[in-house]
């Protein structure tokens, strides 16, 4: 007869087979104050209530031993994978593919500025005037390059 494992393995009661003298036994345990509790022999034949298994009569336990996987579907098989591309796809949740779209239209937007109206267009065309030292615009006379640009800066200043 084989000896049992030194450390060996506790029910659920705590009991243990003592490996010198091959009887059941609760191992002598340390409580929090720092004393010793004994080692508790047990009965040959004894059971406490914490090791009592359920009763399950041979119909019950064909039944168990032969049941599905919670969730499972008799006849049921997972659809196969068409191509790894799609794969790759499904490892992004929902989310995470909402995310995705929010930050590509983010990105459209930081790329390609959109005006909200025509009068921004003139403001950001023309330069701001001017200022000197003591913070007072300066007067800058109209560039007189061009005939044209002459009568377009006179048609402007009219008053009727």
């Known amino acids: 007869m084989s ?3 030194l450390n060996p393995e506790k029910t659920a009661a705590g009991i243990a087979v003592d490996p010198q003298t091959l ?3 609760i191992p002598e345990s340390r409580r929090p104050d720092g004393t010793v509790r004994k080692q508790i022999k047990i009965r040959p034949g004894y059971t406490p ?3 009592v298994r359920r009763f399950r009569g041979t119909k019950q336990q064909q039944m168990d031993s032969s049941a599905l996987p919670k969730g499972h579907v008799v006849g049921w098989t997972p ?3 068409a191509t790894p591309a ?3 796809g499904k490892s992004l949740s929902k989310s ?5 779209k929010r930050k590509e239209k983010r990105d459209e937007k930081k790329a390609d500025p959109v005006k909200e109206s025509w009068e921004d267009d003139d403001e950001a065309d023309t ?4 200022a ?3 913070g007072r615009p300066t007067e800058s006379k109209p560039s007189t390059t061009s005939p044209d640009a002459l009568a377009s800066s006179l048609e402007k200043l009219k008053v009727n």
């Open 86 to 88: 799609s794969a790759s």
């Open 79 to 81: 659809p196969p994978s």
């Open 23 to 25: 009887e059941r036994v």
């Open 49 to 51: 209530q914490e090791d």
């Open 3 to 5: 000896r049992p494992p």
């Open 132 to 134: 000197d030292a003591d």
């Open 96 to 100: 995470a593919k909402k995310n995705a």
């Open 127 to 130: 330069p701001a005037p001017k």
